[in-house]
């Protein structure tokens, strides 16, 4: 009794309106039992109130009613006058001498373009970048990565709203709340809630910039953001997913909104997990998880067409960290003076295989076939990730010709591309089993091989033809069908050259500026792309924008001609 008496105190502790215990003086058997009955049947019913969030109406209403690109932004990873990039993606340690990261052969393997241009603007004319750049890559809207203790960010996100209504950029933002960990859940609600609400303040909760449901709800995203809710030992027999979005059901109350939260598969889960997430939350999304014969979408897509619930499809290029980490971890070193001072022998970098355009291709095909309303796109800029469509000089334009492609079938529009060809070469800069010399800095897959690692030892060229056309890669010619198709070619030394000749009439004609290598002076496994639509992809894109180019292992390019 002393027991049952304990938990049903405890409830009333967590919800004092929910529950009331009366206390009760009696003498006498009679009295004494009917007062243990009473006591345990009003504990029952209020364990089963506590469960008042627990498969709302809501979960099931409609996230959005047309079809979104929504990209994971890095909030701060953006140039502008006194801010800097971060040391993982600064372009000051992308050669690999003359800078303090030459023992390591250079810091960086990503060199954004926006560096020389945003140097000396302002922070309004450097979101204004970002936002044209995302549009022209066919994204419609930022979830912003959105962690504690960093309120300057919050500058960042006014910049944004400020600029879209004053340029009238039609474009989405909202939060993702990201890896809230430590201190307690009231410190950190009170520190989220007190953040939001003054970015609500200044920008307007009626927004239109906003990324609401139809029915006025907030989308919020989630990512690893299980840590925001307090788990008490004794669950008193509810789940960790229902205090869960208590936790965010309270930060919502705290900022006067109601949230449609989107929470996270950031890792092989079971049906049985999902359907406990799916008990508490509309909609679910997937971090980088590769596409495969057993991909894990299959799963949730499955569950939450049962459960009537948002299925969100995702997209992500590539995996490759520029960043340096300390072996067997991802505990970053932040700085390059951290990462030279640790050494050569004590760093790596993850890795996950994509074979070349294939996993950003039948990720996007299976968001199609699963009719998602929202496809996210992981990510923006998180350059030291290495899965950004942001302009940087290996990415290029390749993965956002693809995705506005696909974006065009999948709302059931023409392809932007419709009245010419159009030709996208990817490749690595060397094979996979080549050692590196003399900078090899081990990189550590992270994820369960569905791609063979060996697909990448090849150059693949996507075309997106009008008719059947004869393809020339390298003085090797075969011929292919119109419509997107993926050719692969041996891999071999130097810049790949490009021909597409239709009816003995050369529609599409370009030679890559960075090569292919048998002899890489360091580890560099991130995914080069170039494209036929390079100078129409980035002309006009800003004013005062010059792209720039890789060209490590093509000595005879000549930047200055282009």
């Known amino acids: 009794m002393r027991r049952a008496l304990q938990r049903g105190l405890a409830l009333n502790l967590l919800h004092p309106k929910e529950a009331i215990i009366m206390p009760v003086y009696c003498a006498g058997n009679y009295l004494k039992y ?56 600064n372009p000051a340690y992308y050669a690999a001498s003359g800078n303090i990261t030459e023992p390591l052969g250079g810091l960086t393997q990503v060199k ?57 950029i039609n474009f989405k933002f909202t939060f993702c709340i990201s890896h809230p960990n430590g201190s307690t859940e009231a410190v950190k609600i009170n520190e989220f809630a007190g953040r939001i609400n003054n970015i609500m303040a200044e920008v307007g909760r009626n927004n239109p910039h906003w990324l609401r449901t139809p029915d006025g709800r907030l989308i919020v995203y989630q990512w690893i953001a299980e840590g925001l809710a307090d788990i008490p030992t004794d669950k008193m027999g509810l789940t960790d997913q229902y205090y869960i979005a208590r936790a965010y059901k309270r930060l919502a109350d705290a900022v006067h909104e109601r949230f449609a939260c989107v929470f996270t598969v950031n890792t092989e889960i079971s049906k049985n997990i999902l359907d406990s997430y799916l008990d508490y939350f509309p909609a679910v999304w997937i971090w980088t998880l590769p596409y495969g014969k057993n991909y894990i979408g299959n799963m949730i897509a499955e569950e939450c067409k049962k ?44 890795y996950i295989t994509t074979g070349l355009s294939y996993n950003f291709r039948k990720l996007f095909e299976f968001g199609i076939k699963q009719n998602a309303p929202i496809i ?41 591309y419709a009245d010419r060809d159009v030709a996208i070469v990817l490749f690595k800069k060397y094979n996979h089993n080549v050692k590196p010399y003399p900078y090899d800095i ?22 997106l033809l009008k008719n059947t056309a004869r393809l020339t890669v390298n003085g090797h010619a075969v011929s292919v069908a119109p419509g997107l198709m993926s050719t692969k070619f041996k891999s071999q030394t130097g810049p790949v050259r490009v021909a597409v000749v239709d009816n003995g009439k050369t529609t599409v004609k ?39 180019y890789s060209h490590q292992y093509n000595p005879a390019f000549n930047e200055s001609k282009q």
């Open 307 to 350: 459960r009537n619930r948002t299925f969100t499809g995702s997209v992500f290029s590539d995996f490759y960290t520029s960043k340096l980490l300390k072996e067997d971890t991802w505990d970053m070193y932040h700085t390059a003076h951290e990462a030279v001072n640790a050494g050569i022998t004590h760093v790596e970098r993850k």
């Open 112 to 168: 954004p373009m926006e560096d020389s241009l945003l140097a000396n603007k302002t922070l309004d004319e450097a979101v204004e970048f970002e936002m044209r750049a995302a549009i022209r890559s066919g994204i419609d809207g930022f979830q912003f990565y959105y962690i504690l203790g960093n309120s300057k960010w919050d500058d960042i996100i006014k910049a944004y709203f400020r600029v879209a209504d004053k340029k009238h």
């Open 376 to 416: 996210n796109v992981i990510t923006w800029n998180d350059y030291p990730e290495g899965h950004h469509l942001a302009p940087e000089i290996n990415h290029n334009e390749g993965f956002s010709i693809l995705l506005n492609y696909y974006k065009s079938l999948w709302r059931g529009q023409p392809s932007p």
């Open 34 to 89: 009917y007062f243990l009955f009473f006591t345990y049947a009003l504990l029952i019913s209020n364990v089963q109130a506590q469960d008042s969030l627990k498969n709302l109406t809501e979960y099931s209403l409609p996230i959005t009613n047309q079809k979104l690109v929504i990209a994971h932004c890095m909030t701060n990873i953006i140039r502008y006058k006194g801010h800097e990039l971060e040391d993982s993606c």
């Open 510 to 548: 370009f030679t890559t500026p960075e090569g292919i290598t048998d002899h890489p002076f360091r580890t560099d496994r991130i995914t080069y792309t170039f494209s036929s639509e390079f100078g129409r992809f980035y002309n006009n894109l800003f004013d005062g924008f010059v792209p720039s």
């Open 442 to 463: 081990p990189v550590k897959a992270f994820q369960k091989e569905t791609i063979k690692a060996s697909s990448e030892d090849s150059t693949e060229v996507i075309t």
